[in-house]
């Protein structure tokens, strides 16, 4: 099982609405369940990753990225990709950025399991749970 916050799907596919026609490609990070809150933060074992953030897409600069790897963005912060395809099938491929997790949509870009899915490098589907739940809030100091 997959856990993701709603607010993190929803900014994704508000990211993949805008963007089309084009792709959208970014990093994900998770926070352990026993620092989130909201209505299914109790629900989720504490130890278990929940993807809550996102690293702001930088569209059309493929010199930051190599072989499906972002170099602008530390790779010990990314346990995670989102990538949209605009024209093409809920399934991973072979020109999109590899990650241990990769979430993918499609149009008509919506959460429900035909155009919202999540998969590992090798292409499998896995169970995605999408929960109500926040990260804590972060503050510059």
Same mark, same amino acid.
């Given at each position: ?28 990070s ?6 989130l ?22 569209p059309?600069?493929?010199v930051?990225?190599? /072989? *499906? %790897?972002?170099?602008?963005?530390p790779? !010990?912060?990314?346990?995670g990709?989102?990538?949209?395809? $605009?024209?093409? =099938? ?13 979430f ?11 155009? /919202? *899915? %999540? ?5 499998? !589907?896995h ?7 926040? $990260?804590?809030? =972060?503050?510059?100091?």
């Amino acid at each position: 099982m997959v856990y993701v916050t709603r607010g993190l799907v929803d900014v994704l596919l508000d990211l993949a609405s805008d963007a089309d026609p084009n792709e959208v490609t970014t990093g994900l990070s998770v926070t352990p369940a026993a620092e989130l809150t909201g209505a299914d933060a109790a629900d989720i074992p504490p130890e278990t990753p929940v993807f809550t953030d996102f690293f702001l897409p930088d569209p059309g600069n493929s010199v930051n990225a190599v /072989f *499906g %790897v972002d170099l602008s963005t530390p790779a !010990r912060q990314i346990q995670g990709r989102f990538v949209s395809h $605009p024209v093409g =099938e809920l399934e991973v491929s072979k020109k999109d950025d590899l990650a241990q997790v990769i979430f993918v949509a499609v149009p008509p870009w919506g959460d429900d399991e035909d155009s /919202f *899915g %999540v998969f590992d490098r090798a292409g499998t !589907r896995h169970p995605l749970e999408v929960v109500d739940a926040e $990260p804590p809030r =972060e503050t510059l100091s």
